[in-house]
């Protein structure tokens, strides 16, 4: 689909985003305006797509909306919501990929972009913020491995055991793109995730209703992903 982003100034919402997000968490926002008073806000249309570049390495949050991040064959990674950072791990890497990922909208959205040359005097005046930074990159970083069980499950029923255990809150997972959306995320077509579930199901481990997972037992569902993942061990963790 074609490309369409629209540049404009950061209004005061997105200031106001900017500057209470958890980059300066901890710190006092006025210290900071003036940073957010240079950006700008790159406005997405719900259903459009822009490719991920690193020609200029520049951390990004969304300031409103949603976004997926899929890989260049259309794979869903993961989710960003607002006031989630991405493109941090790209920062200061001496890697670049090959292909580059793309950024699907899910509803109108808008994203500003900081760049390095900006960033690294703040972390040098300010250590607070630089450490904030490295605890954000390494939740996306854990956040990534865990992804990586999802992708690499020796069954799709184990991959879907991992997501509902990452997921779940208070017991229950809402599918906002419903059964499509989760085979996408965990590279699965539909009708495995269904036989997946309906496994899962059968074992009492979980029911479904609509759009929501609920899972009966959280511990017998950890206790079955560990063991079909981990059989040679005979057990949980202790």
């Known amino acids: ?19 209470e997000s958890a980059l300066f968490s901890g710190c006092d926002g006025k210290n900071f305006r003036t940073l957010a008073q240079s ?3 790159v406005s997405i249309l719900k259903g459009h797509t822009i490719p991920i570049v690193h020609h200029h390495p520049a951390l ?22 607002t006031g989630s950072f991405f493109e941090l791990e790209a920062m200061f890497s001496n890697i670049h990929p090959l292909v580059p990922n793309q950024l699907r909208a899910r509803s109108n959205s808008v994203v500003t972009f ?19 930074y490295m605890s954000i990159l390494s939740d996306m970083l854990q956040l990534t491995m865990c992804r990586l ?10 991959a879907l055991g991992l997501y509902l255990l990452r997921n779940e809150k208070r017991g ?16 699965i077509s539909r009708a495995t995730l269904y036989r997946s579930l309906a496994e899962l199901e059968q074992l009492s481990l979980v029911e479904h209703r609509e759009k929501t997972v609920r899972i009966v ?22």
């Not at 409103?64 to 960003?80: E, K, P, R, W």
């Not at 900081?114 to 904030?132: E, G, R, T, W, Y």
């Not at 560990?226 to 057990?235: E, H, I, K, R, T």
Request: hydrophobic share 40%; net charge neutral; with cysteine.
């Open 1 to 19: 689909m074609e490309r369409k982003r629209f540049e404009m100034a950061l209004n005061a919402r997105h200031e106001k985003c900017f500057l």
């Open 39 to 41: 950006l700008h806000a």
């Open 60 to 81: 990004a949050l969304v300031m409103d909306g949603s976004l997926d991040v899929c890989g260049a064959n259309g794979v869903l990674y993961f989710t960003l919501e």
């Open 114 to 132: 900081v760049s390095k040359s900006l960033l690294i005097p703040i972390f040098h005046d300010n250590p607070h913020v630089a450490q904030n």
């Open 149 to 158: 069980h999802h992708f690499t499950a020796e069954t799709p029923s184990i």
């Open 172 to 187: 229950s997972i809402r599918l906002v793109d419903g059964f499509a959306g989760l085979a996408r995320r965990l590279n």
């Open 217 to 238: 037992s959280l511990e017998k569902l950890r206790q079955y992903v560990w063991m079909q993942a981990s059989p040679q061990d005979g057990g949980l963790p202790k």
